[in-house]
């Protein structure tokens, strides 16, 4: 659980294991303060494989994304952000090789820096950013098959919630060497009343966007909405683990 406010910046994050599983393998991350040249740094990681091996992609991505944050001389957040994790998606895939416990694992990624009025997002992976006002808006694009299907018009987007193949993706760190996973990035504008969310699919596969609009904004406290949708995953079936990352600038 973690809990920081700087400035006019409040965050607040916090993962669950679920009703399903035994080890939790998302990661997450929140800091208000600066990490290096960002002067704020938001990572939600869903980790895969075997083992605890999905444990230890997402912890040790989220680790050493932010070591090379604080180690670049870049200034520019969407080069840190765009550099940085081609450099993690190596050093995890370096480690996938040589241990064979690690041997097929990865993780999602999604990271946002906010810098006065606007967001920078990156992500890898199936994981979410969020814009939530009156309405919601999703800002990242998922790197999954049925994402894929959906955008060549083969499947309708109602139909994909449901998909038996929701849960492939067709992108992570650490699971190919150089090159094979470039972020994608993405700036927005920040207007007053936006709350950013940062999530995993174990809240988006078991809780409507409307129904995290309706919670984000029914909740002034971003501690007490963070716990309601999670809550709310958990009710709704908890086959996953929970990660909520809210951010309120």
Do not use: W
Not at 111 to 119: D, E, F, L, N, Q
Request: include cysteine.
């Amino acid at each position: 659980m973690i809990k920081e406010m700087e400035n006019s910046i409040e965050a607040f994050g916090q993962t669950d294991v679920g009703l399903m599983r035994t080890i939790n393998q998302d990661s997450i991350f929140v800091s208000t303060e600066p990490i290096g040249k960002l002067p704020n740094l938001f990572i939600v990681a869903d980790g895969m494989g075997g083992h605890k091996a999905g444990d230890v992609a997402s912890k040790a991505a989220i680790e050493k994304f932010v070591k090379y944050a604080c180690s670049t001389h870049m200034i520019d957040p969407t080069n840190i952000l765009n550099a940085g994790i081609q450099n993690i998606n190596e050093e995890i895939f370096e480690m996938a090789n040589s241990n064979k416990d690690y041997h097929g694992m990865g993780t999602t990624f999604v990271a946002c820096v906010i810098v006065g009025k606007r967001a920078y997002i990156a992500n890898v992976g199936d994981s979410r950013l969020y814009v939530v006002n009156r309405k919601i808006e999703q800002v990242t694009k998922d790197h999954s098959l049925v994402e894929d299907m959906v955008r060549m018009g083969v499947l309708a987007p109602d139909a994909a919630r449901n998909h038996l193949k929701k849960n492939v993706i067709t992108k992570a760190i650490g699971v190919q060497g150089s090159g094979s996973s470039a972020p994608d990035i993405f700036e927005v504008e920040i207007i007053p009343g936006d709350t950013i969310l940062l999530c995993s699919d174990g809240l988006t596969n078991m809780v409507t966007d409307e129904e995290i609009r309706d919670i984000v904004q029914d909740n002034e406290s971003l501690e007490l909405a963070v716990s309601k949708l999670i809550s709310q995953a958990n009710e709704n079936g908890g086959k996953d683990n929970i990660s909520a990352v809210l951010v309120r600038p």
